[in-house]
């Protein structure tokens, strides 16, 4: 199945128990105000040889990026207390980021992390909506990733 490109308007997030296998159910967090950037970079480490006049690279260890999260933010709203609640109490947890090619959501990629929220802010302006943003940190490598449906 050939894949089209991917939007910023075919994206949901969904929150779940932290484990070392992907959450059986997911609830969807609504009111998604921004696109979150997903992935991963290695350490870069460049080794000096004497006898050599052009210092080689070698990759070290990766470490997945820190994904902000940003909401239109509902106060009463479950889903997003739920994630408050989370920073406050320093608990794991589950998102799975999953990018569709279309508004069908047929056809798509997911991946899945365990973390933190460790940041969150509250902003707003006199003629904006009022964003809740947090930070998501990855705690290891991603749990799962693959192809939707």
């Not at 992390?113 to 964003?131: A, F, H, Q």
Request: proline share 3%; charged share 15%.
């Amino acid at each position: 199945m050939p894949m089209n490109i991917f939007t910023g308007t075919n994206l949901t997030v969904g929150i779940g128990t932290a484990g070392a296998t992907v959450a059986t159910t997911f609830t969807s967090i609504p009111e998604i105000a921004a696109f979150p950037s997903t992935g991963s970079s290695a350490t870069v480490i460049d080794v000096v040889s004497f006898d050599t006049s052009v210092n080689r690279k070698l990759v070290g260890s990766k470490t997945n990026s820190d994904v902000t999260l940003q909401v239109n933010w509902i106060p009463d709203n479950a889903v997003h207390q739920q994630l408050v609640t989370a920073f406050e109490n320093q608990t794991r947890i589950q998102l799975k980021f999953s990018y569709f090619t279309d508004a069908t959501k047929t056809s798509g990629f997911y991946v899945v992390y365990n973390g933190y929220i460790t940041e969150k802010k509250i902003e707003g302006d006199r003629d904006k909506v009022i964003n809740l943003t947090m930070n998501f940190a990855c705690d290891g490598a991603f749990v799962a990733q693959g192809v939707l449906p």
